[in-house]
């Protein structure tokens, strides 16, 4: 299941690789380390050679793998066959040994174990349980002696520790750094500061009230202005079409939560390769992209249900319809201009003028508030509908969604 490994690669890494620039001055560990892998890869692929680098044709190559599915055991052997024919040609040893090259250029990922019902990751404080908290459901695959079963129940049972489900995650810190590493690149992540028209016409996000409201509530965050901004996009994806399997990848949030607490309370050592030194880079999510369903993963607030509205929140106007048992939500005339001529229009709407004004936004410090000794768990009870039981504060009782 290495296909996400090579997602992304281009035809263009070979050019990418030549280009990429090097400065040794005021560079970090990480970043002498980086370079040297990068100036291995860059040797020819065999003396002459101008169309592949060393890394260049290993990447290639581990594309193939990824895409056709051969073993780890087939990739070696393709590499014994070629350095056994062609005895001029560079290339590793062994599989183990070229994906270590790709490893040390930071395009690895991190395998976290995870509940066969995705009630929980056997990560961080859970790495050491054995079963789900909730369901009792073993980490491992069933053993060959109850293969009838689902997912084993008896950690006794099995013959090999087999993982019922793995993820993979993509480390964001390494990909900043070498965005930084690389001089074109790292010019380019300033360019909201020092190279675009500051003329109040919309050519970046910097000109935008939620990027100015940043600014505002952190202004020694906007003092290092090397310091990035995210926007996170969620929903399925399968970049470039070039994933022909059974499967969609999904973002997973937990892992990255905890890199982005850590890059906007640490920082990383970062080497910045236009401006030849290293500093700590800071970084603050200041987006999130994604549909009206994804919305509610996000952010904790259900876009389904009598307050289904984030931005009207406890103030949603809904009605439930009783054949279709549905929720519909009205009077969205409420954010009109006051003197709107739809405001008036009852004919044509439901049967009354809208005299409501639209409900205030709900602020951080609201909700901070609102959210105070809020407490959230999985409940056991039908365990076969995988319903959330969840307590809520506010109205005192349990709901089920």
């Known amino acids: ?11 263009d890494f070979d050019e990418m690789i030549r280009n990429e620039g090097r400065f040794r001055n005021g560079m970090n560990k990480a970043a002498t380390y980086f370079y040297k892998v990068a100036d291995e890869g860059k040797q020819p692929l065999f003396p002459g050679s101008e169309k592949f680098t060393h890394l260049g ?4 190559l581990y594309q193939l793998k990824c895409s056709h599915g051969f073993t780890e055991a087939a990739f070696s052997g393709i590499l014994h066959l070629l350095k056994e024919d062609f005895s001029d040609v560079n290339l590793p040893s062994s599989f183990s040994v070229a994906k270590k090259m790709i490893r040390d250029l930071g395009l690895d990922y991190e395998k976290i174990h995870a509940c066969p019902n995705d009630c929980m990751l056997y990560w961080v404080d859970n790495k050491n349980e054995k079963q789900c908290r909730f369901y009792g459901v073993s980490w491992w695959i069933v053993s060959k ?3 009838n079963a689902p997912f084993s129940t ?6 090999a520790k087999i993982p019922a489900k793995v993820f993979r995650y993509f480390p964001l810190k390494p990909k900043l750094q070498r965005l930084f ?3 074109e690149y790292s010019e380019l992540m300033k360019w909201h500061a020092v190279g675009r028209t500051k003329d109040g016409n919309l050519r970046h996000p910097a000109v935008v009230e939620g990027w100015k409201s940043m600014d505002a509530s952190h202004p020694e965050f906007v003092a290092e202005i090397q310091n990035v901004r995210l926007g996170l996009a969620a929903d399925g994806v399968n970049p470039y079409r070039s994933m022909n399997i059974s499967h969609n990848t999904w973002p997973v949030i937990l892992p990255l939560v905890a890199e982005l607490k850590e890059l906007w309370d640490v920082g990383l050592e970062t080497y910045d390769a236009f401006a030849d030194h290293t500093f700590i880079l800071h970084v603050s999510l200041l987006w999130t992209i994604s549909d009206f369903p994804g919305y509610a993963l996000l952010s904790g607030w259900s876009t389904k249900g009598k307050l289904g509205c984030p931005n009207c929140h406890y103030c949603t106007s809904s009605s439930y319809l009783k054949h279709s048992q549905k929720v519909c939500y009205m009077n969205h005339r409420k954010f009109l201009p006051h003197d709107h001529k739809h405001r008036s229009d009852y004919r044509r709407f439901n049967g009354l003028v809208q005299i409501d004004v639209p409900p205030p936004p709900l602020s951080g410090m609201d909700i901070e508030k ?8 999985f409940g056991k009870r039908d365990s076969k509908k995988r319903k959330r039981e969840t307590i809520c504060p506010f109205k005192k009782k349990s709901i089920f969604f």
């Open 57 to 60: 044709f290993i990447v290639k």
């Open 370 to 377: 609102l959210l105070f000794q809020y407490e959230n768990y």
């Open 181 to 183: 590493m690389c001089k």
């Open 1 to 11: 299941m290495d296909h996400d490994m090579c997602t992304g690669l281009g035809d």
């Open 154 to 159: 008896n950690l006794e049972e099995k013959s």
């Open 145 to 147: 002696k109850d293969s």
